[in-house]
């Protein structure tokens, strides 16, 4: 199909409606709300018959790529395929149809639940405690850096910088400015690797943590991370990891042996959750012994063969979420690991960068790369050279990729690397499917050199072709009136 | 493919790995099972709990036991939706692009503001980000006045707003069980935040305590239930600043409480500082209208430390939950939900009342769909009984009132008169 589809209020008729309810069976209460508090204005809604909605959304969601169709290599996002059998466990009544507040005898399976998916992904970053209360993992970074803060405090320690690598996720520094911190920005060294010298420089007794992500955003193992953790920690400072990359060394590596103290680990990537179009998501945060009591409550505690919501003690930061945070992320997570056990994670942790390097070696001939060298889960591409010398940019060849049917990598991101594409295939991909990604790819190279106009007019095949975002923003339209 | 790497197995993929810290797989995890296992153990676990299935669920306090149509789950769960992500590349996804335009739309014509986002976490952080935002805007002020909030909700408030320079004082509940115009005083006021209906069920005099926070130059913000918007008046019509709340009642399921949905809307003012992803009318080079996000240099990925929040995944799926069920409900829909909770509820509430030994904790205030009943017992006693009857009875409220007899019961449009007067022959039966 070309073109876009008419909004639902744009199909809307007088008087048709999509739902009925059964007539009220109680008697009226006529003055329930005093006449003032009525609301006198229809509900603008529209209005539409069941038939046209489901057809309108069936519609809609033709329009977008999803995992189920093909490859979606968009980098940090770890877009694996998600097991069809959760769905059909986070449907069953006796979870969807469960109160928060209920009390705890009549939920211990679901208590049970939360408990294991701590203890597990406690064990999963080699640390000691774990909340999975954060709804993403932007909220787990923010919960880990009051956790920090919280440890400090307690400590009598004055401490407000936070370190945190150029190459770090948009969400670190923005975290650490929420929870109140001054940030100071770690320049990568020229291989890509966070330097310890670079770090001692920065170091002072100001410094409450640094927040890393390992594998880094360009990819690659943060090599000296247990030295410089002893740095931090000799400084009085703690380790924080970004876990968002986790795929690239789940069941190989444990971030506690690094040295890291907090990690939040986005449970929706490496652990299999389908992401629904940007969420929900789920962000649980882990910690080293010493900053367990500061964790968010309740806690869920086994006490002989019951779970019980237990206190969580003087020291805690409070509450992030209302309830238990997105519990069916969570479940998702522990029915994975359920499924997997120990050395099946292990495997996706060894098969994603198996398939990452698998795709960076068959693509290096064919697009400049700033570390041509083993890679973790994702690689960088930079088209610095090409931007310069073909007049084609990043931003050409992902909106090209998605005239092969491809979703496209994640561009401009590493802010470091110049025209960046962070590339992200995943284990759960086979190697006929890596195959024609990377027949698209050089595909798409030679065009850059024979007919680069094609590129830079991209996509041309897709529902709707490229838009004028600069006029989007200036007129910014949000709502339809 | 490790001959077209260039090594000779996977342990050279992690050469990069110093030697010490390579580990074997953790004995704290366990050995795989099948799906056939693990589905028939879940079945057995869920059909433990007591659930919407085997109880008669009468507990609110944020989350409720709302009828979701069939097309919610059924839409929800196609691939094209549950598996795709944020919608950086707008030619490819234009459906979710356009669900979270039309979710914005139909946002910001319920409650009657300018502008919505296309989601926040739930309805309480929302509240957070909502003071943040505030806060942004008027810099010199710090108070923040709150009612009626639950005590989990305070205590969330209090850890997320720990540090700033925020002063969050929660109102006492009073004999009225909700905010007084006249407690809104004093100098320094940034906000007042007032739950609607609030957390003991009742529906304040938002007008009166707009206008108060107005002639105190404060913003006001409501914290509104999206389904009382179907009997009440909308927070834009009384001036509201800006307005959050929590929209799990829009076609979600409770899910022990999580995902959940945040609703956030504002007044024009507040555009280049609301938090989170924003659809854009956009059109593409052959002059179609499309969508894409918008405004993204407010962003983490782009503003760094100094974006206006540090959110990047948000409930996406929840808001196209939320979008597909107001469709299906449309104009009349809404307004027969809400009436349904408001009569119901309120049926419930004067037969109660009429029991021996049981009174209202607030006499005379209005309620939507929930209410606060004092006991004859300790409220947990009661809900103890009333599981042996198969009632989810409500929500105990000690930490609230500071009364040990006080329950708080809700009543959604799914319970019916049977149900209701079943719950009133167990209430007859405690003495």
Redesign the interface.
Known sequence: MKGGEPLLYEKSRPGRRGLTYPALDVPRTPDALPAGMVRSSVVDLPEVAESEIVRHFTRLSTLNHHVDRDLFPLGSCTMKYNPKFSEAVLALPGISGVHPDQPPQTVQGLLECVYLAEKFMAAVTGLHGCTYQPSAGAQGEFTGLKLISAYHRRKGHRKDEVLIPDSAHGTNPASAALAGYRTIEIKTGKDGILEPGEVRKHLTDRTACLMVTNPSTLGLFETCLPEISELLHQAGALVYMDGANLNGMVGVVLPGDMGVDVIQVNAHKTFASPHGGGGPCSGPVCVRDMLMPFLPGPRIERRGAAYVLADPGPDSIGRIHPYFGNFAVMLRMLLYVLRLGAKGLRRVGENAVLNANYLRARLAAAYPMPHPRVCKHEFVVSLESWKSKKGVSALDVAKRLLDFGFYAPTVYFPLIVKEALLIEPTETESKETLDRFVDAMLAIAREADENPAVLREAPHTTPLRRFNEAEAARSCTLCHW | ??R????KG?E???????Q????S???????????ME??AK??E??????????HL?L?G???Y?HYV?A?V???L????????????????????L??M??Y???I???T?M???N??F??G??ALAAAL?MAHKKEPERRRVLLGHF?P??M??L???L???PLDLEFLPLGAKGCIDAEAISGDGLLAVAASCPNYVGI?P???MLSEAAHARGAFFIASVDPLS??????PG?YGADIVVGEAQCLGI????????LGLMAARESF?RLMPG??????????G???F?M??Q?R?????????T??????????A?AAC?Y????????????A??C???A??LY?EIQALPGFAPVFPGA???KEFAIRCPRSAPEM??KA?ARGI?LG?PLRETTGDDRDLLIAVT?KR??AE?DRVLEFLRSVR
């Open positions: 493919m490790l077209t790497i260039g090594v996977i050279d993929l992690f050469s990069d790995v110093p010490k810290l390579l580990t797989p953790s004995p704290d995890l366990p050995a795989p099972l099948t799906e693990l589905t879940f079945r676990l869920a059909s433990a709990n007591a659930s919407t299935q085997t669920c507990m306090g944020g989350v036991d149509p097309i789950p059924s839409l769960s196609r691939s094209e939706f549950l598996t795709a992500y944020a919608p950086y590349q707008a030619e490819m996804s234009q459906g979710t356009q669900a335009f039309e914005q739309t139909m910001c014509r319920l009657r300018d502008i919505a296309s989601s976490y739930d309480t952080s943040f639950s989990s909700q205590r969330l209090r850890t997320h720990e540090g700033t529906v005099e938002m007008e918007l179907g009997v009440l008046h909308p019509s399921p409770m899910n022990f409480g999580g995902p959940l555009l992803r924003l659809a854009g009318q956009a059109f593409d080079v052959e179609r209208r499309g894409v918008t405004l240099t962003e983490q990925h782009i503003r760094r430390e100094r974006a929040s540090n959110i990047c995944s948000n409930q996406a799926l929840n196209l597909i107001l469709s299906l409900l449309g104009k009349r829909g809404l307004t027969d939900v009436e349904q408001l009569h119901k309120n049926y004067r209005p309620v939507f809900v103890e599981l989810l929500i449009e019916t008169r209701l």
